[in-house]
């Protein structure tokens, strides 16, 4: 059973006359009738009464014309969801986000803009411990995923090298650190730490780094969210070590730069040799050209944002210094 063939009986259908069908559906009348004759053959029961030059329905053909409107109606919209991704119309692209990483400004862009010219995509981010976003790709519940540099090639994803944020102190605006231009991990050990989950990427490399130094840093509260942190620091009394994108929005917060400049790198995890959808690749695009944009700035740190950008090494579409895109 054709498309076609059904596209054909419902004109004679319709129209009561092979003759006006045929013509209606811009083929041969022989074509049409010979494409009718196969869909009765196929289905084992005749769709019309046949009365010289004139046809009508049998009881099996009114009962198929439903079917066959439901088949076209079907096809249709399916063609249409088609069209519709094609020209990014509908759908949606789901981003996995490692927690900790935070809604940084330079997404937050992205998301903005990339609505701004495809409003009718949905656009969904998907906040969970990095560890786990590797499988969420494999079972296709996310698109995409940003998150920080894993700690090991995979060779069914593929790992795309995006930029750095800076692990800084955050303290309330009237702690009596605000006032303070630097700190190092020593100082801020004497001090009440609110500090993320050790299951977390950030709270794992700023362990190491105290670790390398020989310093004690042990927090009197581990949270897995960094809104919780960051509202308990709003309370005035503690002290905690976050990314500097992650409190860029936040007001009453305070960040100052760590002596010991703990960068975070950030990665852009797809799967690989898999095919991507338009909305997807378009997604992706906005966000390799949001970066170009500030590395091209040369720039590594923005005095707007005080976000850090690194030049990726061996990267996929971002240009180094001196190529070209």
Request: hydrophobic content about 40%; glycine content about 4%; proline content about 4%.
């Amino acid at each position: 059973m054709e498309i076609r063939q059904l596209r054909y009986f419902v004109n004679a259908a319709t129209m009561l006359s092979f003759t006006e069908a045929a013509r209606l559906s811009n083929v041969a009348q022989s074509t049409l009738s010979q494409q009718v004759k196969q869909l009765e053959i196929e289905l084992g029961m005749p769709l019309f009464h046949r009365m010289g030059k004139h046809i009508q329905l049998t009881a099996e053909g009114q009962m198929f014309l439903q079917d066959a409107h439901r088949i076209l109606d079907d096809a249709r919209q399916g063609l249409q969801r088609l069209a519709d991704q094609r020209e990014l119309k509908g759908g949606s692209v789901d981003i996995g986000l490692a927690s900790g990483l935070g809604l940084s400004s330079l997404l937050t862009d992205v998301l903005t803009e990339y609505n701004r010219s495809y409003p009718q995509v949905q656009l969904r981010i998907h906040q969970t411990a990095a560890p786990m976003l590797p499988e969420l790709l494999r079972q296709h519940s996310i698109d995409l995923a940003m998150t920080f540099k894993p700690d090991a090639e995979e060779p069914d994803i593929d790992c795309r090298p995006l930029f750095a944020s800076r692990l800084c102190a955050i303290v309330a605006e009237h702690n009596a650190l605000a006032s303070k231009t630097s700190i190092n991990l020593s100082q801020i050990a004497l001090h009440p730490l609110v500090l993320p989950s050790d299951n977390l990427y950030i709270r794992q490399r700023i362990d190491d780094e105290a670790q390398r130094l020989g310093i004690e840093v042990r927090p009197a509260v581990e949270i897995d969210d960094l809104s919780h942190i960051i509202y308990m620091v709003n309370s005035n009394r503690w002290v905690s070590i976050l990314p500097d994108a992650a409190t860029l929005a936040v007001r009453g917060i305070v960040r100052i730069a760590l002596e010991e400049k703990i960068m975070l790198p950030t990665s852009v995890l797809t799967l690989a040799d898999s095919y991507q959808r338009r909305a997807v690749t378009e997604f992706i695009s906005r966000l390799r050209e949001a970066t170009n944009l500030h590395l091209q700035t040369q720039e590594r740190t923005c005095d707007v944002c005080g976000e850090t950008f690194l030049a990726p090494q061996r990267c996929w579409h971002f240009p180094t210094q001196g190529s070209s895109a």
